[in-house]
């Protein structure tokens, strides 16, 4: 069966172009790609989409997320995370070690690798942890993880504290080709802080995670990158003094990247001031300076990806005492409106946007995707951006409900999510046609 998509805007992060034209989807990959019109609409087997009015987008990328299998499918579930993922606009995910056991041999690594074959919804990446058990003792075992499918280390809620051990972890890393992705969090400063330290944690009684927790660190791994030469990921950059370390690490040639992630550019620690769970997470929400200088990083390109950091709890986590509650809240079926409103208020061009979350993500990572050519496998989202919604609890296809920007006012939405010319998922109908 052959789709044509057309009448879209469709915009190319990888060449910088925004253009008018039709896609011809065939065998699972774009086969034409031509001005609007020009393509034949006949055809017994021709599928046609309106895109008219929408965007046509490479199916974005999230380099960051939590599916929580093996081990607590009661918050997510490899199905139910990919399902969320295909809803929000997104073709591939990479996901987390922090597992039950955490993804740190071949067996984990090959048992995601099959559930998400079997969910035949996003393509899912695994990332393994660094250290055998996230203890931060031993190296897991790099090339028997790489062979089984792993495209990153980390140790994400976790820095690995012994500096020389990292060393190894980035120069093996590099010798198996996998990207190093680091977790910035010195606990010695962090232990027992449930938000951002400053004026509104002490005016609330709630102890606090200075921002020089994740500020040390990032600069010890900005160090170990020049030591090493191995290029470095910096995730989830919620500070004002992160933002700074890594633009001067750049403007030094030295092989650094970063991401954040919506909530970090449009939440800041006020929101904590009612107690609401959701709104805890590690990093904690900073200070609107911080918010101003993300910001700032993404318009200048300091930070290079918005992933979501995606973390399902359930209620028996976060319905909790707020001290007593999980860090973590749910993000790839708002992501795609938070960062077109970063658009709207002139803080990223259109594919500069998109180029954060398409093509940056896949060349860190060194996956496929991230573009719309010719022969590429047809791995689409058509966007419709103008429409004005409000999200409920009910709305989520995640199977944990812990999202920030419940009954917020959104701007912008996915519509369809073509994998390999499959459609996974249309809005219209909601349905998944795997
Ligand atoms: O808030 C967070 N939740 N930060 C992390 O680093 C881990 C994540 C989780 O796994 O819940």
Known sequence: MSILIKGGELINPESGTIEQSDILVERGKISKI???????????????????????????????????EPGEEYKESIATGTMAAVAGGYTSVACM?????????????????????????ARVYPIASITMGQKGLVLSEFGDLREAGAVAVSEDGYSVVDSELMRRAMEYARYHGLAVICHCEDRSLSEGGVMHEGVVST??????????????????????ARLTGTPVHIAHVSTKGSVSLIRKAKEEGILVTAET????????????????????????????????AVRQGLADGVIDVIATDHAPHSAIEKDVEFDRAAFGMIGLETALPMTLSLVREGVLGMVEAFRKM????????????????????????????????????????????????????????????????????????KHTGC
């Open 34 to 68: 031509l001005p609007r019109g020009t393509i034949e609409e006949q055809g017994p087997r021709l599928t046609t989409i309106n895109a008219t009015e929408k965007l046509v987008v490479p199916g974005l990328i999230d380099m960051h997320v939590h599916l929580r």
């Open 97 to 121: 070690p922090n597992t039950k056991p955490p993804n740190d041999c071949r067996s984990v690594t090959e048992f995601i690798l099959r559930r998400a074959r079997g969910a035949g919804l």
């Open 203 to 224: 005016r609330i009684g709630l102890p606090g995670i200075p921002a020089a927790s994740e500020e040390i660190m990032v600069f010890r791994e900005i160090c170990l």
């Open 261 to 292: 992630a919506p909530h970090y550019f449009a939440l800041d620690h006020h929101a904590l001031m009612g107690y609401d769970t959701r709104f805890k997470v590690n990093p904690p929400l900073r200070t609107p300076a911080d918010v101003q």
């Open 358 to 429: 398409t093509c940056n993500p896949a060349g860190i990572l060194g996956i496929q995707g991230g573009g719309i050519k010719e022969g590429a496998p047809a791995d689409l989202a058509v966007i419709d951006a103008d429409i004005e919604y409000v999200l409920s609890e009910e709305d989520f296809h995640s199977r944990s409900k812990n999202s920030p920007f419940i009954g917020m006012p959104l701007k912008g939405r996915n519509d369809l999510t073509m994998i390999g010319g499959r459609i996974v998922w249309q809005e219209s109908g």
